[in-house]
């Protein structure tokens, strides 16, 4: 019940001797990345180690929102709802995109706070979010039997399907010029007078003078190969499909317990919110000091779990040679186990918010891991050290509904062109790598915390 089968992507598979730009990686960021550039003209191979949009691209809510963003996302995920709307023209095809708005309902006066706070960052850049309450609330959420105090919406958010979108923006890049390969993994990066020169990877090599880095899951993993230490873990989010019911809002709506949107195909896909699952691996322990303060900040919307994961990581050779085969040829695609405590979650607690889901029949369940940096805003920039070679990955759970904003960005920043929206808040340096005496300082500082969590603490440490 828990596979993921992708919309498959069937393109001519030859490896070209020599491109402009590589990118590696088959999820929206990539494919975005690589249709942006292929019809700014640019020659573009995007290679992929399984299949297009097989890993979290098609495994998240497909939400497409604005409304509560980090402050430093909010110009792309403007720009990103300006490019979805326009996407179906765009690519001649069907990406499920509606503007349908987003309501995220608040439990307490603390949420409204909450909402209040973030609409001081949304005002001036002219966002159409607003908070409900009253009447209009009761209008604005039909079928809700649970009281809410009100509901923050933005009518110009929306939603797409991420089965069908990714795979149609794929074929639009092949139509215009990229050559799309998949089942080809990249196993390393080759330079001359220390700029990117090429990759290699297990069909051959490919001369290029730009790579961009877009593997999701895997982009800590390959870096490390190359020396740069990205701060990036995986988090676990499960996710539910029940069938179609009516009397309740057709546009997507996230409580404190639960979340829901509308598919193209009637039914609905359903997670509990704010539950993740993060799993204990051997780069928790090495990117400890990056993570604790958002461990201390997020305890209660996470639940750390030892599982084999950390022993199959363990074993995974973190350093190989272009001539070796990588771990990105032995595992082509992240399937893992949904928390099926999370997904009984998340359908209770929504039936009890909305009678309407009683009689909803679950029709699948799925997982997908997400690739979270320390503040949950992702890196796009261009690696110092290594000129030509640029990230964008950690897209922290966000990455469907600004794809096609970062693709447009890491365009602009490959091809030297005036960016889109500011680059600046998306650096990879901005990351102040904490010492171990900071970290014990944070650790005293929010004692009282750590005190009452000190027993699943030290089972974590």
Not at 332 to 349: A, C, E, K, N, Q
Request: with cysteine; hydrophobic share 45%.
């Amino acid at each position: 019940m828990s596979r993921i089968i992708p919309d498959l992507v069937v393109t001519p598979q030859e490896l070209p001797a020599k491109v402009d730009v590589v990118v590696i990686g088959g999820g929206i960021i990539g494919v975005s990345t690589a249709l942006s550039l292929a019809e700014r003209g640019v020659s573009v191979a995007l290679c992929e180690k399984g299949l297009i949009g097989a890993e979290q691209s098609s495994r998240n809510w497909g939400w497409v929102r604005q409304m509560g963003r980090d402050p430093a996302e909010l110009p792309l995920a403007i720009e990103s709802l300006r490019l979805w709307r326009g996407m179906n023209a765009r690519i001649a095809g069907e990406t499920g995109f509606r503007q349908t708005g987003i309501a995220y309902l608040c439990d307490t006066d603390a949420d409204v706070a909450t909402y209040e706070e973030w609409l001081k960052h949304a005002a001036p850049l002219g966002l159409d979010s607003r908070l409900v309450s009253g009447e209009a609330l009761k209008t604005l959420i039909p079928g809700a039997a649970k009281p809410f105090r009100a509901a923050l919406h933005t009518p110009s958010d929306g939603k797409a399907e991420p089965f069908i979108a990714v795979p149609a923006m794929a074929r639009a890049a092949a139509a215009k010029g990229a050559q799309i390969l998949t089942n080809c993994a990249v196993r390393s990066i080759e330079r001359s007078a220390g700029r990117v020169s090429g990759c290699v990877t297990e069909r051959g090599e490919i001369r290029c003078s730009s790579v961009v880095l877009a593997g999701g899951a895997w982009s800590r993993l390959f870096a490390g190969n190359m020396g740069i230490d990205l701060p990036v873990l995986k988090i676990l989010g499960s996710v539910v499909r029940l069938s179609s019911v009516e009397g309740v809002p057709d546009f997507a709506v996230g409580a404190g317990n639960f979340a829901f949107r509308r598919r193209l195909d009637g039914g609905f896909t359903v997670a509990q919110r704010n539950a993740n699952v993060a799993p204990i691996t051997p780069d928790s322990f090495r990117l400890f000091c990056d993570y604790t303060p958002t461990l201390i900040k997020s305890w209660n919307e996470l639940t750390l779990r030892i599982s084999g994961q950390f022993f199959r990581e363990l074993s995974i050779a973190r350093s190989w040679q272009s001539d070796e085969v990588t771990p990105f040829e032995q595992v082509r695609i992240l399937d893992p186990d949904p928390s099926w405590r999370f997904v009984r979650g998340g359908v209770r607690h929504l039936r009890e918010a909305f009678p309407a889901f009683g009689d909803a029949k679950i029709t699948k369940v799925w997982a997908g891991l997400m690739d979270v940096t320390p503040d949950a805003v992702p890196v796009m920039a261009q690696v110092g050290s290594v000129p030509g070679f640029y990230l964008a990955t950690g897209f922290s759970g966000h990455g469907f509904g600004i794809g096609p904003g970062a693709g447009a960005l890491m365009a602009d920043l490959v091809t030297g062109s005036t960016a889109c929206v500011d680059p600046a808040p998306f650096r990879i340096e901005r990351f102040k790598r904490l010492k171990k005496g900071r970290l014990i300082r944070a650790l005293c500082v929010h004692g009282r915390v750590i005190n009452r969590r000190c027993s699943s603490l030290k089972s974590w440490v």
